[in-house]
Antibody, heavy 119, light 111 residues
Framework: EVQLVESGGGLVQPGGSLRLSCVASGFTFSSYSINWVRQAPGKGPEWVSYITSSSGTIYHADSVKGRFTTSRDNAKNSVYLQMNSLRAEDTALYYC????????????WGQGTLVTVSS | QSALTQPASVSGSPGQSITISCTGTSSDVGSYDLVSWYQQHPDKAPKLMIYEVNKWPSGVSNRFSGSKSGNTASLTISGLQAEDEADYYCCSYAGSRSFMVFGGGTKLTVL
């Protein structure tokens, strides 16, 4: 069974940092791209970042570019989202989602970890 | 404001069919057959229902179908059932710069 489990969320002050983790199981992790997708309360999802299986290609949304960094460790079946210079508008439930073989849809999602940016 | 435009809500009675539209631009929906649809029940993660415009993932009912014309994609649900009541989101590949864009979501109510 494919499983994605996020952790690392919490309450942080504006300007602060957090590092989210996503641990995968039930599939050959090193063969798949992984995305981070966030969803603010009462809003639709917003794609945040994408990392290919080998970390050869990494994309970030314009809204987080320069502040967020995505990385992965295939030996640990894990993907990370380092979030710096956090803003109130970054408050959301952050999901990791497996990319399809072609990379252009999300076939499995975790349950999310909540990030709240507030003073 | 979301990149793709969906109606805020639709409704239908059990057994009926409904269609949810998703309007983008020539930079996303209109340029790629890479539209996907997700179902989200309250306090649950989104679930893939349709990918590449009109393909079903394993385990998804064929009561759900997708199509596309120009810059607009559509999700049709036939034979509505109570458990179909949920939020539905469309998503499209938008090129290497924007990568993936979502719609704002449509709340489906089964009357």
């Amino acid at each position: 069974e494919v499983q994605l489990v996020e952790s690392g969320g919490g309450l942080v002050q504006p300007g602060g940092s957090l590092r989210l983790s996503c641990v995968a199981s039930g599939f050959t992790f090193s063969s798949y791209s992984i995305n981070w997708v966030r969803q603010a309360p009462g809003k639709g999802p917003e794609w945040v970042s994408y990392i290919t299986s080998s970390s050869g290609t990494i994309y970030h949304a314009d809204s987080v570019k320069g502040r967020f960094t995505t990385s992965r460790d295939n030996a640990k079946n894990s993907v990370y989202l380092q979030m710096n210079s956090l803003r109130a508008e970054d408050t959301a439930l952050y999901y990791c989602a497996r990319g399809s073989r072609g990379g252009y849809y999300f076939d499995y999602w975790g349950q999310g970890t909540l990030v709240t940016v507030s003073s | 404001q979301s990149a793709l435009t969906q109606p805020a809500s639709v409704s239908g009675s059990p057994g009926q069919s409904i269609t949810i539209s998703c309007t983008g631009t020539s930079s996303d929906v209109g340029s790629y057959d890479l539209v996907s649809w997700y179902q989200q029940h309250p306090d649950k993660a989104p679930k893939l229902m349709i990918y590449e415009v009109n393909k079903w993932p394993s385990g998804v009912s064929n009561r759900f179908s997708g199509s596309k014309s120009g810059n607009t994609a559509s999700l049709t649900i036939s034979g509505l059932q109570a458990e179909d009541e949920a939020d539905y989101y469309c998503c499209s590949y938008a090129g290497s710069r924007s990568f993936m864009v979502f719609g704002g979501g449509t709340k489906l109510t089964v009357l």
